[in-house]
Nanobody
Framework: QVQLVESGGGLVQPGGSLRLSCAASATAFRFYNMGWFRQAPGKQRELVAGITSGGSTSYADSVKGRFTISRDNTKKTVDLQMNNLKPEDTAVYYC????????WGQGTQVTVSS
């Protein structure tokens, strides 16, 4: 069973930055289209950024220009660089395949507050 382990969250002030990382145990990781998702309290989980196996990226309008997704197929990791964070970015962040088919990890909490 593939395991997903997210890390890098924390408390940051508005305008600050964080870098999240997700490590996957999948041997076929390089073939997966991956995504970063988030779930805020009382809201549904949403996709915020995606990256194909070939490295093409896509972003939700709410994070475009502020977040950057990247991957390292050798390390089997997918990262999310988050800049100019806003209070509305507060959520638990998860990674999964672009169309989620893997068991969700524990996520990493991001809190943006002054």
């Amino acid at each position: 069973q593939v395991q997903l382990v997210e890390s890098g969250g924390g408390l940051v002030q508005p305008g600050g930055s964080l870098r999240l990382s997700c490590a996957a145990s999948a041997t076929a990781f390089r073939f997966y289209n991956m995504g970063w998702f988030r779930q805020a309290p009382g809201k549904q989980r949403e996709l915020v950024a995606g990256i194909t196996s070939g490295g093409s990226t896509s972003y939700a309008d709410s994070v475009k220009g502020r977040f950057t997704i990247s991957r390292d197929n050798t390390k089997k990791t997918v990262d999310l660089q988050m800049n100019n964070l806003k209070p509305e970015d507060t959520a638990v962040y998860y990674c999964n395949t672009r169309t989620p088919v893997l068991t969700w990890g524990q996520g990493t909490q991001v809190t943006v507050s002054s």
